[in-house]
């Protein structure tokens, strides 16, 4: 797997959009971009995945850059309900391709 | 609609004792399987992961075993359990979408 990295932690106050950003400079051509969070405790949960184009769905929108060496996670209205780590991945859908956890960013939304 | 299933959440074992964690997925055919592990403030590690009955891999030498004796079934086990075994464990399936489901976890605490 490609090796992301994000900065460790984030404040956004609520109400406000929250962008994550990730790097991803050595993905391969067939990885995709996963963004997951994990809500204390919890198991973490999956959020929106892609490839090369913008995508959205009811949690969030991830833009990729077209050399798709980074992405951008946007929550668009931060509530104190994703405060949470959120993890980057880049993998293949490969089936033999392992799922690796970095150490993610943790998102603080301020009341 | 596809479910995971992972109990007990919580357990207190004795150093020294037999470990056996259980995981069932639903609605589903020939899911990849993992066990990841999760210490206090810490990151998510893999422990194992299978692609199919009997197939195990190991990410990471330690005290633990995976086996696969069902399709949906995913058992992680341990002969003697450390104080250093004392963590939040998290079972995960994924298809080929590359989408991963967590369990709920089991937080283990070896005294």
């Known amino acids: 797997d490609a090796k992301t990295t994000q900065p460790p932690s984030m404040d956004c106050a609520e109400g406000r959009a929250a962008n994550l950003p990730c790097n991803h400079s050595t993905i391969s051509g067939n990885e995709y971009v996963y963004w997951y969070r994990q809500i204390h405790s919890q198991g973490p949960q999956y959020i929106i995945h892609?490839?090369?184009n913008n995508e959205t769905n009811e949690m969030a929108s991830l833009i990729i850059t077209e050399d798709r060496k980074s992405s951008t996670l946007i929550l668009p209205h931060a509530t104190l309900r994703d405060t949470a780590v959120y993890y980057c991945?880049?993998?293949?859908?490969?089936?033999?391709?392992?799922?690796?956890f970095g150490k993610g960013t943790r998102l603080h939304i301020l009341p | 609609s596809q479910t995971i299933h992972q109990w007990p959440a919580t357990l207190v074992q004795p150093v020294g004792s037999p470990l056996s964690l259980e995981c069932t997925v639903e609605g589903t055919s020939n899911p990849n399987l993992y066990w990841y592990r999760q210490a206090a403030g810490r990151g998510l590690q893999l422990l194992f992961y299978s692609v199919g009955i009997g197939q195990i891999s190991s990410e990471v030498p330690q005290n633990l075993s995976a086996s696969r004796p069902q399709d949906r079934q995913f058992i992680l086990s341990s002969k003697k359990l450390l104080l250093s075994d004392s963590s939040f464990y998290l079972c995960?399936?994924?298809?080929?979408?590359?989408?991963?489901?967590f369990g709920s976890g089991t937080r283990l605490t070896v005294v």
């Open positions: 995960a399936w994924s298809q080929t979408t590359g989408k991963t489901t």
């Open positions: 991945i880049a993998r293949s859908m490969n089936r033999d391709d392992k799922i690796i």
């Open positions: 892609g490839l090369k």
